[in-house]
């Protein structure tokens, strides 16, 4: 991605010319990037999570909300599948204007990521699962309490 875009700015600046696929392309692979690292980044719990007020109740409690958050989040990721195969079969009919492409290419990677991450939300449950039953306290890479140091 960072080579297309370097050539393209090469080229535009340099040459005064444009390459015509390369902002397409370029906005291709960010969107494929950014739908793979989807379900590392959920795998690992880096999404932004305020904890405040959770690290203050009781660790049942804790698990327990944390249970629920879970689920509510495989519930949205289960939508999400549905509505992206919709996406999908409605970019099989389209074509790319710059690249030989169709859209389907570049949609099939948000029902996958959508998969990995149920597979990863089923993963979470269970471990919040055992959490409860293990009573054990909220554990975050940065509580509130720590700060950002």
């Given amino acids: 991605m960072l080579a297309v875009m370097v050539v393209q700015v090469f080229f535009r600046y340099v040459l005064n010319d444009s390459i015509v696929w390369a902002e397409e392309l370029s906005t291709f692979m960010m969107m494929w990037v950014a739908f793979l690292v989807a379900p590392v980044l959920y795998r690992d719990r880096m999404n932004v999570t305020i904890t405040m007020l959770l690290e203050k109740l009781p660790a049942r409690l804790q698990q327990s909300l944390l249970l629920i958050l879970e689920i ?9 599948f549905f509505e992206s195969l919709n ?3 409605r970019g099989a009919m389209t074509k790319v204007s710059s690249v ?7 949609n099939l990677v948000v029902p996958f990521s959508m998969v990995v991450m149920f597979w990863v939300g089923l993963i979470n449950l269970w471990e919040a ?3 409860i039953l293990a009573n054990r306290k909220l554990e975050v890479g940065v509580t509130s309490s720590q700060g950002l140091e």
């Avoid at 509510?72 to 999400?80: E, G, L, N, S």
Wanted: charged content about 5%; glycine content about 0%; overall charge positive.
């Fill in 72 to 80: 509510a989040i495989i519930a949205v990721i289960v939508y999400f």
């Fill in 100 to 106: 030989p492409i169709n859209f389907f290419h570049v």
């Fill in 87 to 89: 996406v999908v079969k």
């Fill in 129 to 131: 699962f055992q959490n």
